[in-house]
T-cell receptor
């Protein structure tokens, strides 16, 4: 069974640009969550999608957005990039939104903003 | 609101010695608790989870953790450290009231000395 796949793994952008990150969950998993990991702030929850609907949202500005497609794949977008957006963005999937089962994480997309 | 505190951002242990990583949580209701491990340039992998069953939880790679409600703690232990245990470890809490999102502690980086 394939794990959570994130693309791209590494990318470099400049301030003011926008970026789109992609996540393919484990087959059969309908919930996808996104987390930002930085040395200073640690792991912070961005949002969770289930059945193409955002179910939960963290405390991030509106520049951070996401969506989920009917096949459960998810994308997150960051517009007007700032230096502080440099981070490892982790996607995680689980069977359903409401359960307390394990979150399966991808290897992340490492974004560097110059 | 749920929160997690991990005591010690870095821990150094000798190979064969006890590994003890401390985690204290704050939650308004009985929480679900997790320990994840992250190896360099990888995502997070679940070590073990507590979901209101047995208070002593056994996980993968010889790790275990004990839930102590009176101390609001969920410390992670391994009797004998191995070089392959060198990684960063994260304690996390989730609550149904918070939409089951994971709130992570700051992480503890473990160094294993030969």
């Amino acid at each position: 069974k394939a794990g959570v796949t994130q693309t791209p793994r590494y990318l470099i952008k400049t301030r003011g640009q926008q970026v789109t990150l992609s996540c393919s969950p484990i087959s059969g998993h309908r919930s996808v969550s996104w987390y930002q990991q930085t040395p200073g702030q640690g792991l912070q929850f961005l949002f969770e999608y289930f059945s193409e609907t955002q179910r939960n949202k963290g405390n991030f500005p509106g520049r951070f957005s996401g969506r989920q497609f009917s096949n459960s794949r998810s994308e997150m977008n960051v517009s007007t990039l700032e230096l502080g957006d440099s981070a490892l963005y982790l996607c995680a999937s689980r069977l359903n939104s409401g359960n307390t089962g394990e979150l399966f994480f991808g290897e992340g997309s490492r974004l560097t903003v110059l | 609101a749920q929160s997690v505190t991990q005591l010690g951002s870095h821990v150094s242990v000798s190979e064969g010695a006890l590994v003890l990583l401390r985690c204290n949580y704050s939650s308004s209701v009985p929480p679900y608790l997790f320990w994840y491990v992250q190896y360099p340039n990888q995502g997070l992998q679940l070590l073990l989870k507590y979901t209101s069953a047995a208070t002593l939880v056994k996980g993968i790679n010889g790790f275990e953790a004990e839930f102590k409600k009176s101390e609001t703690s969920f410390h992670l232990t391994k009797p004998s450290a191995h070089m392959s245990d060198a990684a960063e470890y994260f304690c996390a809490v989730s609550e149904i009231a918070a939409g089951n999102k994971l709130t992570f502690g700051g992480g503890t980086r473990v160094l294993v000395k030969p």
